[in-house]
């Protein structure tokens, strides 16, 4: 996975690659601070159920026990390829964990 700026004046710094890349934590910084600086996580989940399930489970873990990730949560966006649907319910497309969807919802806004 990967985030790109087409914009001269955005930067990213990568804090952290999760899971072997499938995962991108980076900080979004305007060279002239004409905005504050806010995070993004960019994630493509496995498409395989059990592995999805750790990849996420994992994530979230990684995210919330660390000092240096947890604290810019509020100033975050998680975007990417989730490889599950918060709109459909059959259970052949498959779900996330619970603790996943838990914690989306205390620290995030769906906006789809």
Same mark, same amino acid.
């Given at each position: 996975c990967g985030i790109v700026s087409f914009t001269p004046s955005i930067r990213f710094g990568l804090i952290r690659s999760v899971q072997q890349g499938r995962?991108?934590?980076?900080?979004?910084?305007?060279?002239?601070? @004409? +905005?504050?600086?806010?995070?993004? %996580?960019?994630?493509y989940a496995p498409a395989n159920a059990g592995e999805r399930? @750790? +990849?996420?489970?994992?994530?979230? %873990?990684?995210?919330?026990?660390?000092?240096?990730l947890s604290s810019p949560l509020?100033?975050?966006?998680?975007?990417?390829?989730f490889n599950y649907s918060y709109e459909r319910n059959d259970?052949?497309?498959?779900k996330a964990p619970v603790s996943?969807?838990?914690?989306?919802?205390e620290h995030f806004v769906n906006v789809m």
């Open positions: 995962g991108l934590w980076a900080k979004v910084i305007h060279t002239n601070n @004409a +905005f504050d600086p806010y995070y993004i %996580l960019n994630i399930h @750790a +990849f996420l489970r994992d994530t979230m %873990l990684s995210l919330t026990q660390s000092a240096e509020e100033q975050s966006i998680v975007l990417g390829d259970s052949s497309f498959g996943w969807r838990d914690f989306l919802a």
